[in-house]
């Protein structure tokens, strides 16, 4: 397709992209004076809605304001796309959605509409991104096997390094929905009780060891009904797209604190999300099978005949601007559809707004490795930045960038846009 919108159709953001997300612009709420001074609207270039959360799609170098142009073409998702978060376009269902995106592409691709659309697009480098939709409950999974491996190996030598259920169900624990921000939100090192091996009591502190967790996120927007278990062929009736995920990770504190009931404040205290949610029809074509599954899973696991949903996303790791790993979504031993099955097999239902992580992305190869726990080998093999320090694991300043992108149609690339997060020091106490 081309889009009339300029550079557009050589960016990882072109029309066939068309990923959704919350922006504003510079204003009282943003950028503007802390004491308020200026009312709304104010300064030269004032906008009356700047500060104002507001729905956009991102095409090429800018956003697409989708309540301003909903509202000047009279179309009737307006109240959807005129609200401050996702969450009702994401409870509007696959119906709705696909139409939405098809009004809008035509629009960014036929000519005769450019002089109706210009007025609503903003530069995409002048906007402050917001969490895009209220998260309602957060569960992250543990699905890639070389990543499964790779920390049995480190937290319990004497084990097998995979779980004895791990063929059999992809497991995941509740995480904290409150604590899920946005990209470039500050990392803050938790502190917490931690216990060093040669010592036979805990201490309190910062975490002295703080690691990223390289993550895909899938985002649900239609509910489902309590009770009522959703089957892996059901995944595109209630999952409305994709995002990045930083699951940062505080591995001192983890490591004490999990057993017997998994992860808990090593953590909780901050998941960090890309801005921008690609909607599943944008991924039509990174859709791939997924490794072989052996042994079978049960009957609700498998995969739905001619329908699987391994997906082709190349995921990339940066540290202060290095790129440390390359891993490969397509690698992962369950697929997001095999974890809303599990998810729900039980009688759990959904809501709007749930956000399932798939659990560290690592591949088979060193350089694939989704976490400095593993980059570094538990501490044991630093890893060397481009300006000759090294790191195990993060250090107060580092700023972690995790970027991805999917095959589109014709050969296309489209980008998942990124997440990164800088550290700062520990605070209180
Ligand atoms: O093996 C363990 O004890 C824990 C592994 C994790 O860090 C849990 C997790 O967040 C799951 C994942 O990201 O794959
Ligand atoms: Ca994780
Ligand atoms: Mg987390």
Request: net charge negative; glycine share 12%.
């Amino acid at each position: 397709m081309v889009s009339w919108v300029p550079g557009a159709d050589a960016s990882l953001f072109p029309v066939e992209n068309l990923p959704y997300g919350v922006f504003r612009t510079a204003g009282d709420g943003a950028n503007g004076p802390a004491d308020g001074s200026a009312g709304p609207g104010g300064g030269a270039v004032g906008d009356a809605r700047d500060g104002s959360p507001r729905i956009g799609a991102a095409i090429g170098d800018f956003v697409v304001d989708l309540g301003a142009l909903a509202a000047g073409q009279r179309h009737p998702a307006e109240p959807l796309l005129s609200a401050a978060t996702l969450n009702d376009l994401l409870a509007a269902g696959p119906a709705r959605w696909r139409e939405v995106r098809g009004w809008l592409a035509g629009l960014l691709t036929d000519p005769a509409a450019e002089n109706a659309v210009r007025p609503h697009l903003v530069a995409r480098d002048t906007v402050e991104m917001l969490l895009p939709f209220d998260v309602a409950d957060y569960v992250d999974f543990y699905s890639s096997e070389h990543h499964a491996t790779n920390v049995g190996r480190l937290f319990r030598p004497n084990s097998d390094p995979l779980p004895v259920n791990w063929k059999h169900l992809p497991i995941g624990y509740h995480g904290r929905s409150g604590t899920v921000a946005v990209s470039r939100h500050p990392v803050v090192r938790p502190q917490g009780q931690r216990k060093d091996p040669s010592s036979d009591t805990p201490t309190f502190g910062p975490s002295q060891r703080l690691d990223v967790e390289v993550e895909v996120g899938f985002v649900v927007g239609v509910p489902s009904e309590r009770s009522r278990p959703v089957g892996v062929a059901d995944f595109a009736d209630h999952v409305f797209g994709v995002c990045l995920v930083n699951d940062w990770s505080a591995r001192d504190l983890q490591s004490w604190e999990y057993v017997p009931l998994g992860p808990f404040l090593g953590k909780s205290f901050l998941t960090s999300v890309s801005p921008w949610i690609v909607p599943l029809d944008a991924l039509r074509h990174a859709r791939v099978d997924p490794p072989p599954r052996e042994p079978e899973p049960l009957p609700y696991l498998r995969d739905a005949p001619g329908d699987p949903w391994g997906l082709d996303i190349e995921l990339e790791l940066a540290i202060n601007g290095t790129v440390v790993s390359r891993p490969p979504f397509r690698s992962m031993y369950w697929t997001p559809a095999q974890q809303l099955a599990h998810l729900t097999c039980n009688g759990a239902s959904l809501r709007t707004g749930d956000l399932f992580a798939s659990g560290t992305v690592s591949g088979p190869e060193p350089g694939q490795r989704g976490s400095l726990l593993e980059l570094s080998w538990g501490g044991a093999d630093p890893v060397w930045l481009a300006d000759g320090t090294s790191r195990t694991f993060l250090a107060d300043g580092d700023e972690a960038t995790i970027r991805a992108w999917a095959p589109g149609p014709g050969g296309i690339r489209l980008g998942l846009g990124e997440v990164r997060g800088r550290v700062e020091p520990a605070r209180g106490h």
